[in-house]
């Protein structure tokens, strides 16, 4: 059959139609993530805090998302707000050190002890980061889990999929570049909706 003016109509609606509901959801996920960014006002002290890793650099030394997520932590762990930081970050293929053991330099340099430090160094995404840190939990009675703020609205998604119970979040204080941030942030809602697609498939 050949297609008639009215075909094509209600095709290029049906398109319309598929674009508007695309940018739609895209724009509601964006906005979920932007409101995550307070994260959820934890109370403290705790006993431990997971701090989720960043791009290591060349030559092994830490990236800005490292120097603004453990900062954070060390600046509560100063505080006595918090007891033992968790680093979390595996190794990437052309680094020799993982995320987590950059991580723990920066820590020791921002005046946590070491004896203060677990590492998880085998996670290559904020799924694993996840559930590959709550095993390691088991002797801590409340958690805090520490990235940046554009990150949080995922680890919180992620951490109830995984059965986690309403894990705290907390936002390093200093902002990447506004640039950085838009990036972060949309690839974040992709991320997000990858997830929640997933689930919908189980």
């Known amino acids: 059959m050949i297609p008639t ?6 095709l290029l609606r049906a398109l319309f139609l598929g674009v508007l509901l695309a940018l739609l959801t895209v724009s509601a996920v964006v906005l979920w993530v932007v409101l995550s960014f307070a994260g959820t006002n934890p109370t ?38 918090i007891t033992t930081l968790y680093f979390t970050g595996g190794k990437g293929s052309d680094y020799v050190e993982s995320e987590a053991s950059v991580m723990r330099k920066v820590a020791m340099l921002y005046g946590v002890a070491p004896e203060h430090i677990v590492l998880e160094e085998q996670a290559s995404s904020t799924w694993e980061n ?13 958690v805090v889990g520490i990235s940046d703020r554009y990150h949080l609205a995922r680890i919180g998604l992620l951490s109830r999929m995984q059965g986690w119970e309403d894990l705290a979040l907390y936002p390093a204080a200093r902002q990447a570049s506004v640039l950085f941030e838009v990036k972060s942030v949309l690839r974040e809602a992709v991320a997000i909706l990858y997830y929640l697609g997933m689930d919908v498939v189980k």
């Open 130 to 142: 996840l559930a590959f840190s709550e095993p390691l939990l088991e002797g801590c009675t409340s």
């Open 5 to 10: 003016l009215n075909h094509l109509r209600l």
């Open 44 to 81: 403290f002290p705790v006993d431990c805090a997971v701090v989720f890793g960043a791009a290591v650099h060349a030559q092994d030394s830490a990236g800005p998302g490292i120097d603004r997520r453990v900062r954070a932590a060390a600046e509560l762990y100063r505080q006595n707000y």
